[in-house]
């Protein structure tokens, strides 16, 4: 028998090539390997003459042998019938197309045999459609990553009052809208196989979620984790070959929220004077303080439409959206100062209340309006939103319940981070509480 150079050689097979067929010789005797007895698996290349495309190529197809089941694939590769070595099964001559093309074969016969070891170590009986679906990843017949999103997620919704908080939802909810978006930016498709996955899957996702999604780190460290947790779980359920990203080091969390701003730095950044040509500088001055008269975060500032204003019996404007990270109805009533701010930017040109502003540039344009305002600390959109909470509304006697309405709040133990209690606050409220027990008498 005449042994192929070209041999793929893994811990427990040897491959070789005998008249046009690539064949396994599976170690039977190592113990550690399978119950499965495997007598014969072998993969044979052929082109499938009879499809020629418009330039005169021919497929290049497959057909994988495991004992007695066989399974055809197409490769998704071409070759000029006249180039192509039957015995071989690969391509004659040092030709640009020959030498691309005999690479890419060698990488699909090494998935082929890796994805039969794969199979061979779990230790279960296979046929050779699952080592076909093993190695193509098949979207119909394979766990997906964003199938096993879903599993996850509708695990966690069905468990929610029995073992899981109900606010616990909305984080893996989102994170699953956000996952399938940056699928579809970054590849181009809807889902991923788990074998399609890199480890700079997850350094990109990082990226996206932050950079084009603006979204705060705790947030992006809790979809991380998630994402982590659904590749632990495809692996120790045998959807993938090996636990993703297991190495990867979560972002730190923030050691504080984003504090509201103080009365004076309010004044400030709300009457500093921006020359007339800075009109990006001023956009992002005017966005920041429409998210402190109303709580509406950066996400959907730049989303909100006329179609998300009401006016009520009474006549008062409100802004009433679902919010983008939870999905939550938002309601709240406009500040004469909001609606100035809308009436500022209206066009019919567009349906969004404000002009767009990209993430990273209003990062960039707060730390210029700090500076320009006096403002020594750092300043992030995210202030508004606890701005509103305590200068705005807290300080004006709305109840803590209200203002969880007013800012989509799934669990009031959120609003009561955002919501601190002012000293002008303490001290208003503790005289009241001075006034309505003073006629109080203490008895033995």
């Not at 030498?99 to 039969?116: C, D, G, M, Q, S």
């Not at 297991?246 to 004076?264: C, I, M, Y």
């Not at 600390?377 to 202030?383: E, I, N, V």
Request: hydrophobic share 35%; proline share 3%; aromatic share 10%.
């Amino acid at each position: 028998m005449k042994r192929n150079p070209h041999r793929f050689i893994c811990a427990h097979t040897q491959c070789f090539a005998y008249q046009g067929t690539l064949i396994w010789q599976v170690n039977l005797h190592n113990p550690n390997i399978s119950v499965m007895k495997v007598e014969k698996f072998k993969v044979l290349l052929y082109l499938k003459k009879s499809g020629l495309d418009k330039s005169g190529k021919a497929p290049i197809m497959g057909r994988i042998t495991v004992n007695r089941t066989m399974a055809q694939f197409g490769s998704k590769l071409s070759c000029t019938p006249e180039l192509w070595n039957p015995r071989e099964s690969r391509l004659n001559g040092k030709s640009k197309e020959a030498v691309e093309t005999n690479a890419r074969i060698e990488k699909l016969l090494l998935a082929v045999n890796n994805a039969f070891n794969s199979l061979v170590s779990r230790k279960v009986d296979f046929e050779a459609t699952d080592v076909k679906n093993h190695f193509q990843g098949s979207m119909e017949t394979q766990m997906t990553l964003m199938k096993m999103t879903d599993v996850v997620c509708d695990d966690l919704k069905a468990r929610i009052g029995i073992d899981r908080a109900k606010g616990t939802y909305p984080g893996y909810h989102y994170m699953r809208l956000t996952l399938g978006e940056f699928i579809e930016h970054q590849y181009k498709v809807k889902d991923l196989s788990f074998g399609q996955l890199t480890e700079q899957f997850i350094h990109d996702y990082q990226a996206f979620a932050m950079e084009n999604k603006g979204y705060a780190i705790d947030t992006v460290r809790h979809h991380l984790a998630i994402l982590k947790k659904i590749c632990r779980l495809a692996y120790k359920k045998g959807y993938a070959d090996r636990s993703h990203f297991q190495h990867f080091t979560l972002p730190k969390k923030t050691e504080t929220t984003p504090r509201a701003l103080s009365r004076e730095s309010f004044e400030k950044i709300r009457d500093v004077e921006i020359p007339a040509y800075r009109k990006s500088h001023m956009l992002a001055r005017d966005m920041f303080l429409f998210g402190c008269y109303t709580g509406v975060s950066y996400a959907d500032v730049v989303s909100i439409t006329h179609t998300n204003l009401y006016t009520d019996k009474d006549g008062a404007l409100w802004l009433k959206y679902r919010r983008k990270k939870n999905e939550l109805r938002a309601s709240v009533k406009l500040l004469p100062e909001a609606i100035a701010l809308i009436n500022k930017y209206h066009s019919e040109d567009r349906e969004t209340l404000f002009p767009l502003l990209r993430w990273s540039n209003l990062r960039r344009h707060m730390k210029a309006l700090a500076a320009l305002s006096g403002i020594k600390d750092d300043l992030c959109y995210h202030q508004a939103r606890h701005s509103f909470a305590s200068l705005i509304t807290l300080e004006a006697g709305v109840p803590i319940e209200t203002i969880s309405r007013m800012l989509g709040h799934s669990d009031i133990s959120t609003t009561q981070v955002y919501a601190r209690v002012s000293p002008k606050k303490l001290f208003e409220d503790m005289d009241k509480f001075i006034k309505a027990t003073e006629d109080f008498k203490l008895t033995l």
